[in-house]
């Protein structure tokens, strides 16, 4: 019996593989990856496109139209990526006292009722997973390229991306199934000298950002009358800043369906923020780096200065305030990902790891809920998604 290492595909999925980039065809229980096959098919490609992810046991078995000789589903076997869940494994995997020794599936609908809670948990089919734990499931990196035909996440990512020629559509459905690697390390971004740059520790942002607030804070009480008005212009911006916020990761990490089918914008979506729902336990790559940071930052310290353009003072105390809950949001980010937190972080921690297991759609704010019940874009309470 192949490997039970191999995973197991929902009917859905095994549909989606239909194309001469990535053609997926059953027999019964098993899933084959026969795109590497395509050109190389006596009968040409176009025929097994006919069969892209469906049942092709009728057919090769089927003398009158074509008889398939032993050494044909002996090129199968070498192309096996996985199990589909039919319902006859399905009854009886859930059945026997040890299912994995049929095959590694979910439970029937009918199993699910009597099942424990979080013994089978059924998936999202954005992101492939179904709970906040998988985000920390590791992945096998070789059999996720052999089956995905995305990322291979032992080599450098970014000319992986660059030299991919990826269109857009499959990008984005592949950057939200979160993988998660060797325990949270970091994958290889760029595999050289530039790597140690794409990293950035959590106590970083503190360390750079609150001397240079605490010096523009006290350097703005220079121009306003007194401490009063220096909080007041303060906390302003950084009430200013969780709508900032909202809208930087809705409107610019988030620009998914805007975004132009090209290389060059692919590429920079993933830098941006892609990396991050690729592998958000990604301890190093989940802050922003100060330079990225100034870059985001020098539109705002203008727009800043041109609001209250009537005092530079003033606008100095905005631009602080606002940094300051950057500071918050980066560092609130960081924990909901990698610490155990008080009661009202733990629902935002729920809320957030939400947004990336289950609806990236929706569910931009990470600091509060505020905006996105504003804007309309809060998330429901996770549902369970349907069985297979």
């Given at each position: 019996m192949p490997s039970k290492l191999l995973p197991t595909f929902l009917q859905?999925?095994?549909e989606a593989h239909a194309s001469s980039k990535s053609c997926y065809v059953t027999i019964g229980a098993k899933v084959y990856d026969i795109t590497p096959f395509l050109e190389d098919h006596p009968g040409g490609g176009d025929l097994i496109l006919e069969y892209g992810g469906k049942d092709v046991q009728e057919i090769m078995g089927d003398e009158i139209s074509h008889a398939h000789s032993e050494s044909a589903y002996d090129i199968l076997d070498e192309h096996l990526v996985g199990f589909v869940a039919t319902d006859e494994v399905?009854?009886?995997?859930?059945?026997?006292?040890?299912?994995?020794?049929?095959?590694?599936?979910?439970?029937?609908?009918?199993?699910?009722q009597g099942l424990p809670e979080g013994i089978a948990r059924p998936i999202y089919a954005n992101t492939g997973m179904a709970s906040a734990d998988d985000l920390s499931r590791e992945t096998d990196t070789a059999n996720d390229y052999r089956t995905h035909k995305f990322l291979d996440l032992d080599r450098p990512l970014l000319m992986q991306i660059w030299n991919g020629g990826f269109s857009k559509d499959f990008y984005l459905e592949q950057v939200h199934r979160p993988r998660h690697y060797k325990g949270g390390a970091s994958a290889p971004l760029f595999g050289n000298f530039l790597e140690p740059l794409s990293k950035t520790p959590w106590?970083?942002?503190p360390m750079v950002w609150l001397p240079a607030v605490t010096y523009g804070t006290n350097l703005s009480r220079v121009g306003l009358s007194g401490w009063g008005e220096v909080g007041a212009y303060w906390t302003l911006g950084l009430a200013m800043w969780t709508l900032v916020e909202y809208i930087l990761h809705r409107g610019l990490f988030h620009?998914?369906?805007y975004l132009p089918n090209n290389r060059?914008?692919?590429t920079g979506h993933f830098l941006l923020h892609g990396i991050h729902h690729y592998l958000p336990m990604?301890?190093?790559?989940?802050?922003?780096?100060?330079?990225?940071?100034?870059?985001?930052?020098?539109?705002?310290?203008?727009l800043a200065h041109f609001v209250f353009y009537y005092n530079w003072y003033a606008a100095t105390a905005v631009f602080c305030g606002a940094i300051f809950g950057y500071i918050c949001y980066d560092l609130t980010h960081y924990f909901l990902h990698h610490r155990q937190l008080p009661a009202?972080?733990?629902?935002?921690?729920?809320?957030?790891?939400?947004?990336?297991f289950a609806d990236y759609e929706n569910g931009?704010?990470?600091?509060?809920?505020?905006?996105?019940?504003?804007?309309?874009?809060?998330?429901a309470p996770p549902k369970a998604a349907k069985a297979a």
């Open positions: 859905s999925d095994i399905l009854d009886a995997a859930t059945k026997s006292e040890q299912p994995d020794g049929i095959v590694p599936l979910p439970p029937s609908k009918e199993a699910l106590w970083v942002v620009v998914d369906g060059v914008a692919i990604d301890k190093l790559r989940l802050v922003m780096p100060p330079t990225l940071f100034i870059v985001l930052a020098s539109p705002f310290w203008q009202y972080y733990r629902e935002l921690k729920k809320y957030h790891l939400q947004h990336h931009f704010g990470v600091t509060s809920r505020f905006w996105d019940r504003v804007f309309g874009t809060e998330l």
